[in-house]
């Protein structure tokens, strides 16, 4: 079993940046394919991006794409989510997951594993 801890969140003015780390422990992350999802309130959690186990393919949703970059060091035992141009609309929690399979994957059914969550918060 691994778990995940996301970090990096915060408070950040539009079209400005963060960093989201997602932390594994118990488990090596060379084992799963990853991905990120956020959820804002009232609203259903939304695929954000998804990583191979290699880190060799990488899948953004098309709201993000082009503004935000998943990245992986299995090394470090971590999964990356650089978030650039940032818009209100990108208010929500984040979370990282983890699942025992191939490929990148949009569906969070598909996923085993799922960190608490980090609150990103844009202001206009």
């Known amino acids: 079993q691994v778990q995940l801890v996301e970090s990096g969140g915060g408070l950040v003015q539009a079209g400005g940046s963060l960093r989201l780390s997602c932390a594994a422990s118990?488990?090596?992350?060379?084992?799963?394919?990853l991905g990120w999802f956020r959820q804002a309130p009232g609203k259903e959690r939304q695929f954000v991006g998804a990583i191979t186990r290699t880190g060799g393919i990488t899948y953004n949703a098309d709201s993000v794409r082009g503004r935000f970059t998943i990245s992986r060091d299995n090394a470090m035992n971590k999964v990356y989510l650089q978030m650039n141009s940032l818009d209100p609309e990108d208010t929500a929690v984040y979370y990282c997951?983890?699942?025992?399979?191939?490929?990148?994957?949009?569906?969070?059914?598909?996923?085993?594993?799922w960190g608490q969550g980090t609150q990103v918060t844009v202001s206009s």
């Open positions: 118990g488990r090596t992350l060379s084992s799963y394919a």
């Open positions: 997951a983890a699942a025992n399979s191939w490929g990148v994957l949009r569906d969070p059914s598909r996923y085993n594993y």
